[in-house]
């Protein structure tokens, strides 16, 4: 089945505290992104990448870290998380033409404390 | 840079009645644009998407969008809603021309269906 998937799906943390939510997909897709959700906020793209070793900033980059060393994976890493992090994240992955769509892992609900 | 409002957060429907969700964007040269819908805990994923091939465009679950160049608007509808649309969505836009990156999402709409 085609697909994204993202670990943990939940997580709490503290303040400080480094950690890594993966991102796989396995579709062979060029284009992956993350992006953070927030209520009343809608969705904001962090980082992307449109191919193995190529990534850059979104709409909210500070924070955070990516790397693409794999076409099918890209992490996302908090260096060290503030509460500000605290939000649902979504990978999504695409062919990477104008109308491709995105597809979206189910999420992670990050909390910092 | 582009933007798109959706009119309301919340829009409340009956089951069987007509689901109207707006969404206008900022463009003088219209954009590629999608519809996304959120059911609860679970990613995006995609109603439909405007190609320029036909103003009407239908997608999965009965839904439709209609792309109104004059209004630059691009309303999403279904005739009767079902219990089962209760979720939240988000209408997207990529300006022609621009890298695929620069999708903006709109802030998205809940839809609320009662029995």
């Known amino acids: 089945e085609a697909q994204v998937t993202q670990n943990p799906r939940y997580l709490i943390t503290v303040t400080g505290k480094k950690l890594t939510v993966t991102c796989s997909q396995n579709m062979n897709h060029e284009y992956m992104s993350w992006y953070r959700q927030d209520p009343g906020l809608g969705l904001r793209q962090i980082y992307y990448s449109m191919n193995v070793e190529v990534t850059d900033k979104g709409d909210v980059p500070e924070g955070y870290k990516v790397s693409r060393k794999e076409k099918r994976n890209f992490p996302l890493i908090l260096e060290s998380p503030s509460p500000n992090q605290t939000s649902l994240y979504f990978c999504?992955?695409?062919?990477?033409?104008?109308?491709?769509?995105?597809?979206f892992g189910n999420g992670t609900r990050l909390t910092v404390t | 840079a582009q933007s798109v409002t959706q009119l309301g957060s919340h829009v409340s429907v009956s089951e069987g009645a007509l689901v109207l969700l707006r969404c206008n964007y900022s463009?003088?040269?219209?954009?590629?644009l999608f519809w996304y819908v959120q059911y609860p805990n679970q990613g995006l994923q995609l109603l439909l998407k405007y190609t320029s091939a036909a103003t009407l465009v239908k997608g999965i679950n009965g839904f439709e969008a209609e792309f109104k160049k004059s209004e630059t608007s691009f309303h999403l509808t279904k005739p009767s809603a079902h219990m089962s649309d209760a979720a939240e969505y988000f209408c997207?836009?990529?300006?022609?021309?621009?890298?695929?990156?620069?999708?903006?999402f709109g802030k998205g709409t809940m839809l609320l269906v009662s029995p």
């Open positions: 999504a992955s695409s062919t990477g033409t104008v109308y491709s769509p995105l597809h």
């Open positions: 997207a836009v990529r300006p022609l021309n621009s890298g695929y990156s620069t999708l903006t």
């Open positions: 463009s003088s040269v219209p954009p590629y």
